[in-house]
């Protein structure tokens, strides 16, 4: 009897024992069914958005010490799948100088913002990174300054040469410099690189341009040098007025254009031009600048059509101010405002709000436009 009973319990042991095991063997195989879906759902992504850049999302900066213009230029850099996929490759640091490299710390942070649950992340070790290189705590920074101070910082501390390179790729415009006697017709020509288009928002006549497009074409605008202005002029043998211009060479991957809403007034203090600036969701360089204004083929011509990435935008005065930054995710196709800590999903209208009003000097302007490249269909 009692073995009969022991045979039994051995017997339903076994069973349960094939059932779980025949379970398990169910599992693994939907989830590796489940996996292989995921991996060539990945696969299709990573052909259109490039290395592990799958994960990024709309995670925010929380605010340390007056950090809104850090969080929001930031947000522009680790949004960008083109910079991530080069920032990813990067040689770690040895331990004594990953507290100070810009380019680990960075990663690090888009590390955390990724790999978290969290709505949002401190950004304190980056900032205290930086505070090395004197970009101060607790000071109302100027967005295009730090952009260029970030990038720079990146380029000088990245060691491998053929990263550089696709850093200078993605964000340098190359312009062409002309410098031409009014006398005897003499040029120079030199050319030069640039990181961002610091377009004017004022004429020479302090009169207020319309559109981003307008900005542009005065921007390229030949200006003349006259009065206390003039050249001296090598083949004349004394000073002259010249005829100052510049074409544009090349345009990158990822165009930074600075809408120069600070100026100085006739007290020599600065003050912000509030005034409206629309500015388009795609832009053609082709239809904005002239045939003299450009010095560049057929082939480099063709893709200078851009869609809008994100904005910088500026709300306060020049003494009290406040950053935030609205950003196109490049995976989702929706726009995002990072707002230091707080981040969410806005429309195109929203966006459109950074535009400017003459009326409201407090109010959110565009400060910085970040344009990408568009794909040739």
């Given at each position: 009897?009692?073995?009969?009973?022991?045979?039994?319990?051995?017997?339903?042991?076994?069973?349960?024992?094939?059932?779980?095991?025949?379970?398990?063997?169910?599992?693994?195989?939907?989830?590796?069914?489940?996996a292989e879906e995921q991996k060539a759902k990945n696969q299709r992504l990573k052909s259109i958005l490039g290395v592990a850049d799958l994960?990024?999302?709309?995670?925010?900066?929380?605010?340390?010490?007056?950090?809104?213009?850090?969080?929001?230029?930031?947000?522009?850099?680790?949004?960008?799948?083109?910079?991530?996929?080069?920032?990813?490759?990067?040689?770690?640091?040895?331990?004594?100088?990953?507290?100070?490299?810009?380019?680990?710390?960075?990663?690090?942070l888009l590390e955390k913002m990724q790999c978290g649950k969290q709505k949002a992340v401190s950004p304190i070790d980056i900032v205290h990174?930086?505070?090395?290189?004197?970009?101060?705590?607790?000071?109302?920074?100027?967005?295009?300054?730090?952009?260029?101070?970030?990038?720079?910082?990146?380029?000088?501390?990245?060691?491998?040469?053929?990263?550089?390179?696709?850093?200078?790729?993605?964000?340098?415009?190359?312009?062409?410099?002309?410098?031409?006697?009014?006398?005897?017709?003499?040029?120079?020509?030199?050319?030069?690189?640039?990181?961002?288009?610091?377009?004017?928002?004022?004429?020479?006549?302090?009169?207020?341009?319309?559109?981003?497009?307008?900005?542009?074409?005065?921007?390229?605008?030949?200006?003349?040098?006259?009065?206390?202005?003039?050249?001296?002029?090598?083949?004349?043998?004394?000073?002259?007025?010249?005829?100052?211009?510049?074409?544009?060479?090349?345009?990158?991957?990822?165009?930074?254009?600075?809408?120069?809403?600070?100026?100085?007034?006739?007290?020599?203090?600065?003050?912000?031009?509030?005034?409206?600036?629309?500015?388009?969701?795609?832009?053609?360089?082709?239809?904005?600048?002239?045939?003299?204004?450009?010095?560049?083929?057929?082939?480099?011509?063709?893709?200078?059509?851009?869609?809008?990435?994100?904005?910088?935008?500026?709300?306060?005065?020049?003494?009290?101010?406040?950053?935030?930054?609205?950003?196109?995710?490049?995976?989702?196709?929706?726009?995002?405002?990072?707002?230091?800590?707080?981040?969410?999903?806005?429309?195109?209208?929203?966006?459109?709000?950074?535009?400017?009003?003459?009326?409201?000097?407090?109010?959110?302007?565009?400060?910085?436009?970040?344009?990408?490249?568009?794909?040739?269909e």
């Open positions: 009897m009692g073995q009969r009973n022991g045979c039994e319990e051995r017997s339903k042991k076994l069973e349960l024992a094939e059932s779980e095991a025949v379970k398990a063997k169910m599992d693994v195989q939907d989830n590796k069914e489940e994960k990024n999302g709309a995670i925010g900066l929380y605010n340390i010490a007056q950090s809104c213009c850090l969080n929001s230029v930031l947000q522009v850099f680790l949004m960008n799948i083109h910079f991530t996929r080069i920032l990813r490759r990067i040689t770690v640091p040895l331990c004594a100088a990953q507290k100070r490299n810009v380019p680990y710390q960075m990663l690090l990174c930086l505070s090395a290189y004197k970009v101060k705590l607790f000071v109302q920074h100027d967005a295009a300054h730090l952009f260029l101070t970030l990038w720079n910082l990146l380029k000088r501390q990245m060691e491998e040469p053929e990263l550089v390179e696709e850093l200078s790729n993605l964000y340098i415009i190359c312009v062409q410099e002309h410098l031409a006697c009014q006398k005897c017709s003499l040029e120079t020509k030199r050319n030069s690189t640039m990181l961002t288009l610091p377009v004017p928002v004022l004429d020479s006549n302090s009169q207020m341009l319309r559109t981003l497009e307008d900005c542009l074409e005065y921007f390229f605008h030949p200006e003349e040098l006259t009065d206390r202005n003039m050249c001296f002029c090598e083949q004349c043998g004394r000073k002259t007025p010249f005829l100052q211009s510049m074409k544009l060479v090349h345009l990158p991957q990822t165009l930074t254009i600075h809408l120069k809403r600070f100026c100085f007034g006739s007290s020599a203090k600065v003050h912000k031009l509030s005034h409206r600036v629309p500015f388009p969701q795609d832009l053609d360089f082709n239809a904005v600048l002239t045939e003299n204004q450009c010095e560049a083929d057929d082939n480099e011509k063709a893709g200078w059509r851009y869609e809008l990435f994100a904005v910088v935008a500026h709300s306060g005065s020049t003494d009290s101010g406040h950053y935030c930054a609205y950003i196109r995710s490049l995976t989702e196709f929706k726009w995002y405002c990072f707002n230091d800590s707080h981040v969410c999903q806005v429309s195109w209208d929203d966006v459109k709000s950074t535009y400017g009003h003459s009326n409201l000097h407090w109010g959110e302007t565009a400060y910085l436009l970040i344009y990408m490249k568009k794909h040739p």
